[in-house]
């Protein structure tokens, strides 16, 4: 159980802890990125620039699926962490049907709203012609298949907050798998292109959905299943969906985010852009799933921390996820920027010109990688502490804060304004979150008496 698993207080613990649940789920993040990584191999090697771009117009619109799955997934983990930490096991089959309830009316709403507006999002964005052809394609798949790709979002990380993270990383391991063996049939065999690509994708998710509620319905599962529960408790929907909220509007951010500079892209430069624009987006996203994995790992030690008023163990796990997704973030850039036209032929190497703009892109859009890294830990800390108000202020500021920057940038930058808007807004939204992090931790040591909370984060 989660409790005998975390229960000892030493450093030596924690740090086993955090690695614990930590590495399952970098690798359960990798392995889900791998989805939508792999798309872009094949398409980029067997369609070239115009695949690239369509799909990287296609990913904002279904993305919003996917949040709302990982709000659900992460409200509902954080509150049957908590409730454990607090010694009550009992409410735990209320929360996961509860979950699976909402998530079923969220996808009724996300089936209609791809139904009706998915091709109005794609010309927002600049698609026309062969691209929003392409593009439409993807869409169509999911727009029947929403409940598929918001419950698979969302069952990895109620499994991992059951105690098997390796579970669940398996589990996303095998849809990764199935998911490339038909990329490849589906796209390089049968020329099927983007429709391929997501057909691929929501069979993947599938098998998924079936794996997981099997698990939740077997014996390896250590929720225990009374004759009689409710089925659905409003109280604790509202507290899962304002614990998940945050993680929800950071894909809101990232599908925003990248529609705009799509859009943008198009105005100020060409498809081609676009479609450089997905490879450096493809690149950055490896970095963004180790830190989400960072992040997801911190919350159900962190959450369960919170429900038994461990407040010592909270700052030292708050610390070691600081450091290791600062480490991570600067790895990467060094790695990029020391091989960028190795890493760029990934997804296209007969392209001169699409890899040229791609290096630069990697340059100009990635300096401060890190930093995002760290707002999305911040994000999540706040969640697992039960601070779903200032988790959602940071997630929404993410957004907002990048928008200017995305306006009056490429006014008298053109292009190279448009690529640098992301890493500045960041070093700026860091300026105010660092702070927030900071008094937090001061307040929890004046609150609950002498911690290590200063040398917590002035080591960090």
Known sequence: MLAQ?????????????????????????????????????????????EGLAAINMAWPVIYFMVGFGIMIGMGSGSLLSIQRGKGDTSAAPTILTTSLLSMLALA??????????????LEAQGGAGTTLVMAQDYI????????????????????????????????????????????????????????????????????????????????ISNISWPSKFRYFNASFAKQIVLLGSSSLFMYLYTSFVFALHNRLFIEYGTPLTVGAFAIVGYLMVLYYLVS????EGLQPPVSYYYGAEQHANINKMLKLSIKVTLIAGTS??????????????????????????????????????????????????FMATNQGVKALVIACGN???????LMILPKFFGVDGVWMAMPISNIALCLIVVPLVWLDVKARARKFGPTTTEAVIATA
């Not at 970098?26 to 620039?49: C, K, P, R, S």
């Open 332 to 381: 990467w850039i060094l790695l990029l920027n020391a091989i960028p036209e190795t890493m760029v032929k990934l997804f296209n190497s007969s392209d001169s010109e699409l890899i040229a703009t791609a290096v630069d892109g990697i340059r100009m859009h990635l300096f401060a990688m890190p930093l995002d890294g760290f707002i999305v830990l911040s994000s999540v800390y």
């Open 399 to 405: 957004m907002l804060i990048q928008l200017p920057f």
């Open 108 to 121: 009724v709403a996300s089936s209609a709203i791809l139904s009706i507006l998915s091709t109005f999002f």
């Open 292 to 295: 989400e994995g960072i992040a």
């Open 140 to 219: 169509s798949v999911f727009s029947w298949g929403t409940a598929i790709t918001i419950i698979a979002s969302a069952l990895p990380l109620l499994i991992r907050n059951d105690e098997s993270p390796n579970i669940a990383t398996g589990l996303m391991v095998l849809g990764a798998f199935i998911n490339i063996a038909l990329d490849y049939l589906l796209i390089g065999v049968f020329e099927f292109g983007l429709l391929g690509a997501a057909i691929a994708t929501i069979t993947a998710q599938l098998t998924v959905c079936i794996l997981g509620l099997v698990y939740f319905c077997s014996r």
């Open 5 to 49: 698993s975390i229960e000892n207080n030493s450093n030596d613990s924690i740090s086993r802890t955090f690695w614990r649940y930590t590495l399952p789920a970098i690798a359960a993040m990798l392995v889900n990125g791998l989805y939508q990584i792999v798309d872009g191999i094949f398409i980029g090697h067997y369609i070239g620039y």
